[in-house]
T-cell receptor, first 112, second 114 residues
Framework: NAGVTQTPKFQVLKTGQSMTLQCAQD?????MSWYRQDPGMGLRLIHY???????DQGEVPNGYNVSRSTTEDFPLRLLSAAPSQTSVYFC???????????FGDGTRLSIL | AQKITQTQPGMFVQEKEAVTLDCTYDTSDPSYGLFWYKQPSSGEMIFLIYQGSYDQQNATEGRYSLNFQKARKSANLVISASQLGDSAMYFCAMTTGTASKLTFGTGTRLQVTL
């Protein structure tokens, strides 16, 4: 039972590069979300999805894109990486709204 | 908009003692959920306990209990019989309505000592 799987675990990018953080869950959860965690702050919501084909913005969406073509996958795309996007990124999922979310192990991203 | 406040940046507790981590929340939505997550130094987020706004009784999960005081808008986490493995960052979070968008507090770092 894999739960929520995030890849890669670590990544270093140069300013201006683009990349996709992968997130997959095998629990048939409808809800999936992306959060970022910065030092001294709690996690902040970037984008979320309530089901395949449906996405919406969270608190800090600028510079990120998402899509949800299947129930299982919810990739996060950085369009043109900036040093301010250096952070730890978490993907999470839950079966229905308002229920506890299961988190992946995180992706530590550094942008030089 | 909802808000979570955790006023204790750091806490120390001796092994086998109980500790309370404070959390206050603010929302105008009558339907909400309150959560506590643990983040050890390895970085993963571990779900500990959940309390719904309409739940009459305080939630308990093993050594964890949530002291829910609705009128005071507080949702404190109580850890009984602390263990060295409880040393970690603890986050209080909430969702409102049927949404699954978590709003987090800034966390409390708990250190359990011998």
């Amino acid at each position: 039972n894999a739960g929520v799987t995030q890849t890669p675990k670590f990544q270093v990018l140069k300013t201006g590069q683009s990349m996709t953080l992968q997130c997959a869950q095998d629990m048939n959860h409808e809800y999936m979300s992306w959060y970022r965690q910065d030092p001294g702050m709690g996690l902040r919501l970037i984008h979320y999805s309530v089901g395949a084909g449906i996405t919406d913005q969270g608190e800090v969406p600028n510079g990120y894109n998402v899509s949800r073509s299947t129930t299982e996958d919810f990739p996060l795309r950085l369009l043109s990486a900036a040093p301010s996007q250096t952070s730890v990124y978490f993907c999470a999922s839950s079966y229905i709204g308002g229920q506890p979310q299961h988190f992946g192990d995180g992706t530590r991203l550094s942008i030089l | 908009a909802q808000k979570i406040t955790q006023t204790q940046p750091g806490m120390f507790v001796q092994e086998k003692e109980a500790v309370t981590l404070d959390c206050t929340y603010d929302t105008s939505d009558p339907s909400y959920g309150l959560f506590w997550y643990k983040q050890p130094s390895s970085g993963e987020m571990i779900f500990l306990i959940y309390q719904g706004s309409y739940d009459q009784q305080n939630a308990t999960e093993g050594r964890y209990s949530l002291n829910f005081q609705k009128a005071r808008k507080s949702a404190n986490l109580v850890i009984s019989a602390s263990q060295l493995g409880d040393s970690a960052m603890y986050f209080c979070a909430m969702t409102t309505g049927t949404a699954s968008k978590l709003t987090f507090g800034t966390g409390t770092r708990l250190q359990v000592t011998l």
